[in-house]
């Protein structure tokens, strides 16, 4: 991203072939983010802008204006990828392998607007030339601004910036610097990236420049010393200065700065300066830093410390305001005083205290809902037993339902009952010492259980043939074919 010096650079070539000239033409193409986010549009930029001498380019920070000879005039900002591009000079700071000399293709790509100016007559005779802004990625900034030209940095958008450490080094002072950092209680280097602090700091600036300063970009603008303040203000004013007087241009950059070998990050053998100190890669205010940790040490406190004196503190979840953990001997005493306060309300304290011990009576006996209670087994209650028997009981709320017990089935089948009394929920163990009510016929070793029969079996084929004799003795109205059941149920 365009920083101070990069926005510098821009500044050295308008001037170079722009200044003191007049723009005959100027053609501007629609686009309602790069216009319109500020409240201009191309139409009135190219409007206002053909037919005017340039009187002036400079800039502020990362912003750069150009006044005319009569309002208004223009301010501009480059964002990620905007630069403005010559048909005669080449701009660039930055080139990549064989991609070096004039642009081949004119007018260029993602061209927001196009000036023409003439060939100067008189003066320097400086040839003609076409400046063309251009923004891939529409993150740049175009707009008009209607004051007098002595006035435009006193007018928004740059009334709201904070000073050039450069142009404005009458105002960039230690004091002020002081004033800034101790009446904030942000990392550093968020303070240092915010424009209306200071403009033209960018994410590779701040690093170098807290790098000179040997301060983490993480401990807390308010607690810096007055030593720490004044290497902050001379690094800055250094770094800043050299970027600009370079036009940004690294090769022209110390081998000793951080910026020449920041940018491998996660390559083998890389981030190493060459007095070996090693480069590690932090996150700031969102934004990646680089930093030495052997010279930019933490002296105070730091944005995301944790207290490291019990280790078996939990970070909190996100979102949520870090309480202090406090000592157990106040906890127990706030507890207490917290106890002994009378509550408000209509009903008196021993009566609160009453209901409450009831209450808890209450939840102890039953199980909780949000989890099944466990059975517990205890011993047989009834009669004397020869052996302790432990049986399963189930839960109180679920044990009245099986309180009342169905009524002992006729059948004389002595398992059948068991098994019945044993699907209702209820234990039929009865003592050893009883004799059961059915005679069960001997156990005849081998012999399958269904050839066992009680030993009432002639009763029950009597009580059979019985039952069949008085069914029979009912059917005293014969039916007729096709006539309602009904019918004979009345006849009968």
Not at 23 to 29: G, L, W
Not at 364 to 390: M, N
Request: a positive charge; hydrophobic letters at 35%; aromatic letters at 6%.
């Amino acid at each position: 991203m365009p920083e101070i010096g990069e926005v510098a650079r821009i500044v050295h070539y308008l001037r170079k072939h722009l200044l003191n000239r007049t723009i005959s033409t100027c053609v501007a193409h629609t686009d309602d983010i790069v216009y319109g986010k500020v409240g201009c549009s191309a139409e009135a930029f190219q409007a206002h802008t053909a037919n005017r001498l340039v009187t002036n380019v400079a800039q502020q920070g990362k912003y750069f204006y150009l006044t005319f000879d009569k309002p208004p005039h223009a301010v501009l900002h480059l964002g990620m990828t905007g630069w403005m591009k010559f048909s005669t000079d080449d701009s660039r700071y930055y080139k990549q392998g064989k991609d070096k000399g004039l642009e081949k293709e004119w007018p260029p790509k993602y061209v927001k607007f196009l000036w023409k100016v003439d060939k100067e007559v008189g003066g320097e005779g400086r040839e003609e030339v076409e400046v063309a802004f251009v923004d891939p990625r529409r993150l740049a900034r175009i707009r008009l601004v209607e004051c007098e030209a002595e006035e435009i940095r006193k007018t928004s958008p740059l009334k709201e910036n904070g000073p050039d450490p450069v142009v404005d080094k009458e105002i960039f002072t230690v004091e002020f610097m002081s004033k800034l950092l101790r009446r904030k209680k942000v990392p550093v280097k968020a303070l240092l990236l915010d424009q209306a602090n200071i403009s033209g700091v960018g994410n590779w600036v701040a690093d170098e420049v807290l790098y000179m300063a040997r301060l983490h970009p993480e401990q807390y603008s308010n607690t810096f010393d007055d030593e720490q303040i004044k290497r902050l203000h001379d690094s800055m004013v250094n770094v800043c200065t050299l970027a600009v007087d370079t036009l940004s241009d690294s090769s022209q950059f110390p081998e000793t700065w951080l910026m020449k070998h920041r940018w491998n990050k996660g390559k083998k053998d890389s981030n190493v300066l060459p007095n070996g100190e090693k480069i590690t890669h932090v996150t700031v205010g969102g934004r990646t830093s680089a930093i030495v940790p052997s010279v930019q040490k933490k002296t105070a406190a730091v944005a995301g410390d944790v207290e490291s004196g019990d280790e078996t503190a939990v970070r909190p979840a996100k979102g949520k305001k870090r309480k202090a953990a406090s000592q157990d001997s106040d906890d127990e005493a706030k507890a207490e005083i917290r106890d002994l306060k009378p509550t408000k309300g209509r009903r008196g304290t021993a009566g609160k205290k009453a209901s409450s011990g009831a209450t808890a009576a209450r939840a102890a006996e039953r199980p909780s809902r949000a989890k099944k209670a466990k059975p517990s087994y205890a011993e047989a209650d009834g009669e004397e037993v020869e052996e302790t028997t432990l049986v399963k009981t189930s839960p109180k709320r679920k044990a009245r339902k099986s309180v009342a017990t169905k009524a002992e089935p006729k059948d004389n089948d002595a398992n059948g009952g068991a098994e019945q009394a044993a699907s209702n929920g209820v234990d039929t163990a009865e003592p050893a010492s009883k004799t059961p009510r059915k005679a069960i016929k001997a156990e005849i070793p081998g012999e399958r259980r269904s050839a066992r029969k009680s030993a009432d079996e002639p009763a029950l084929q009597q009580q059979g043939t019985n039952e069949r004799a008085r069914a029979a003795r009912k059917k005293s109205v014969d039916a007729i074919p096709g006539e309602r059941q009904s019918t004979r149920a009345r006849a009968k």
